[in-house]
């Protein structure tokens, strides 16, 4: 069998290996951070569960690190009193971003992990299968409820050659998107495999894993071999390392493509999106103003070591700054004691903390026009933190020759000889004492509450008969939850919805806010227009809680992104898909829209009349919705659905 399938049929608890039909899993680990983690737990404070079902379960401190004002603080107080009162692990803020934390310390290969963030499947690169989920699946899967997703088709990505001198696995990883791009991918698995799959380390095989988030994909694996086996070494972890490997027959593959790691050359993704690859040759000469190196794509000891020794003997360019954030403090610990840290402040490198930081836009952004260089997963418009940036995706080896040079650089034409860098020292430094492990529940422990911290989302409502609304604002394709409910500054609202809310496609329209508390004041309900790939990009919930709480009760758009749906599902908002996307056309934004007899056409799951009143027509949309996925609606969401079972 295929290493999707093995681990999914030795977790399966509901349904059965069946592409496409919806299935349940056992979940082994979680994953929270500060900017989803909050809402999660308060989720689970709401559901009312006493008592954590997981393996293991870490909450990690990593997104919003900075503590301008109270808010930040307070919710750091809260997760770590909140860890401490169910048992979880919790990794202190500076200990390190958690997908690069938790590969080091805690992922293991055959095992299942969901996190609140999109790009959990890093850990896919040690041979786990690891799902990007919302905060509130995440809780329900803590307190031991499977979590349901529908059984993913399998595409194999056969690697063979090896990678040449200044290529590298981010250059890999940019060449999928450009073979899958952003779109079309829900549903699937990447699963490597090949002769090529032995030249890679788990950190390479993990910058790989991480960026198929960006394709959409359910997640990406890696198979758990010798090279798995000296990564846990190192770690001290060798006891989790179990082999596991893919048969050699083909047929749980739906496809096949395969990848000649020999002809891969260096790539970039240009602005605004990680599909929109060209090679770095074709780019060079382009003045660049900023340099940013880390983020949990690439930010592993070789990765910054790589650099350190491209940098070593250099300055940093006049006209660039250079940023470095190390993925964790191990990392930094062991680059200082190889003497990396030391060339790059040499260098004239700033040397950031580790955490997220400049990739979620709270801190480092660029100047106005200014040209970024980041080995970061996102470049959409304003992520950054500066909306008129222009931000390309790069490998560390190509950002650290822009540093130097000044402009876009092919580093093969570089007259210095690529530095030969082991993926791991030969005795490996580790400290976990930024990690504070439980020592036992404690139900009774005191949870620290902050004036920011709201309560979770609450008054709940079945779906109404019909719905009748109004064109709220209308989009294009490819709309991020970056764009629904921005990060950077406005996150440290997290834990306080009817704050956050005020937000809601601050990026695309400020006025979004004042149209949909007015249309709520009058009983009307909001409806949001949208095109293909709607809800790309992060797990973050508050994408789907703060529309929902601004009255927001259905988005017809053309297609879905996966997580987002499923976190429109859980807060009750309709989620429908137009018949023909020729009446997308036809709908301008204030239209009145009634969509008619809908609790009927979902419970007997049937395609729904949209009449626009405005236009005097009406159209069809549908839905791809499972039964329980419709229960779910029905009730008003998860959190009204869960109760209503366990009544």
């Not at 680059?335 to 997220?356: P, V």
């Not at 429908?576 to 709908?587: G, Q």
Request: charged share 25%; glycine share 8%; aromatic share 8%.
């Amino acid at each position: 069998m295929s290493i999707t399938r093995k681990i999914i049929e030795s977790h399966i608890e509901y349904g059965e290996f069946e592409p496409g039909e919806e299935i349940a899993i056992r979940i082994d680990q979680t994953l929270t951070q500060d900017a989803t983690g909050t809402m999660a737990y308060l989720q689970l404070e709401a559901l009312g569960i006493a008592e954590l079902k997981t393996e293991l379960s870490v909450s990690y401190v990593d997104h919003n690190t900075i503590q301008a004002g109270f808010e930040n603080a307070d919710d750091h107080r809260y997760l770590c009193s909140i860890a401490r009162k169910y048992g979880i692990f919790f990794s202190k803020p500076g200990n390190g971003i958690c997908h690069q934390v938790h590969l080091e310390r805690f992922a293991s290969p055959g095992k299942t992990l969901l996190g609140s963030d999109s790009h959990t499947p890093t850990a896919g690169g040690i041979g786990m299968f690891a799902i990007g989920a919302g905060g509130l699946d995440v809780a329900v899967a803590m307190g031991g409820s499977p979590f349901y997703i529908k059984c993913p088709k399998i595409r194999a990505i056969n690697l063979k050659g090896k990678l040449q001198p200044w290529v590298t696995a981010k250059d890999v990883a940019l060449k999928v998107l450009e073979l899958f791009t952003t779109r079309g991918n829900v549903g699937y698995v990447f699963e490597y495999r090949g002769e090529g799959v032995k030249t890679l380390s788990v950190a390479e095989r993990a910058t790989i894993a991480n960026m198929g988030a960006e394709c959409g994909v359910t997640t990406s694996i890696f198979p758990s071999d010798e090279r798995t086996l000296e990564f846990l070494r190192a770690q001290q972890r060798a006891h989790d390392w179990l082999e596991l490997k893919a048969g050699d027959d083909t047929a749980d593959y739906e496809s096949e493509v395969e990848i000649d790691l020999n002809e891969v050359v260096p790539l970039a993704a240009c602005p605004h999106s990680p599909d929109n690859i060209k090679p770095v040759a074709e780019l060079e000469g382009t003045e660049v103003n900023q340099v940013c190196i880390g983020s949990c794509t690439n930010s592993s000891f070789k990765d910054l070591m790589t650099v350190a020794k491209i940098l070593e003997g250099n300055k940093v360019h006049p006209d660039v700054e250079l940023i470095i954030a190390p993925g964790s403090r191990q990392v930094l610990m062991n680059i200082a004691r190889a003497g990396g840290l030391s060339a790059l402040i040499d260098a004239g490198a700033r040397i950031a903390e580790c955490t997220c930081g400049f990739c979620i836009g709270n801190s480092y952004a660029p100047a106005t026009d200014a040209v970024s260089l980041r080995t970061s997963n996102r470049n959409f418009k304003g992520r950054s933190g500066t909306a008129s940036a222009k931000v390309y995706l790069v490998s560390p080896e190509t950002a650290a020759v822009a540093a130097i040079s000044g402009k876009i650089t092919d580093p093969r034409g570089e007259e210095m000889s690529y530095p030969a860098v082991e993926p791991l020292p030969q005795t490996l430094y580790i400290d976990d004492s930024m990690i504070i492990k439980p020592s036992k529940k404690d139900m009774n422990a005191d949870v620290y509450r902050g004036p920011n911290i709201g309560a979770p989302p609450s008054g709940f409502m079945p779906l109404p008969e019909s719905i009748h609304g109004a064109v709220t604002i209308k989009l294009g394709d490819n709309i991020t939850t970056d764009h629904i409910i921005p990060a950077g500054s406005r996150l440290k609202y997290r834990s306080n919805i009817a704050r956050y809310a005020r937000y809601v496609f601050e990026p695309l329209d400020r006025c979004f806010y004042d149209r949909a508390m007015e249309n709520r004041a009058r009983g009307k309900y909001n409806i949001i227009i949208a095109g293909d790939s709607y809800g790309q990009g992060s797990s973050r919930e508050h994408a789907a809680i703060c529309p929902a709480y601004l009255g927001v009760k259905a988005v017809i758009a053309k297609s879905f992104e996966r997580i987002h749906m499923a976190n429109l599902i859980n807060f009750g908002v309709l989620p429908l898909i137009f018949s023909s996307h020729s009446d997308y056309d036809a709908i301008d934004m204030g239209d009145e829209l009634e969509l008619m007899a809908v609790r009927r056409s979902i419970e007997d799951n049937e395609p729904i009349t949209v009449y626009d009143r405005s236009k005097g027509h009406e159209f069809g949309v549908n839905h791809q919705l499972t039964m329980r996925e419709r229960e779910i609606l029905l009730a008003g969401g998860l959190i009204p659905y869960i109760r209503g079972h366990r009544r």
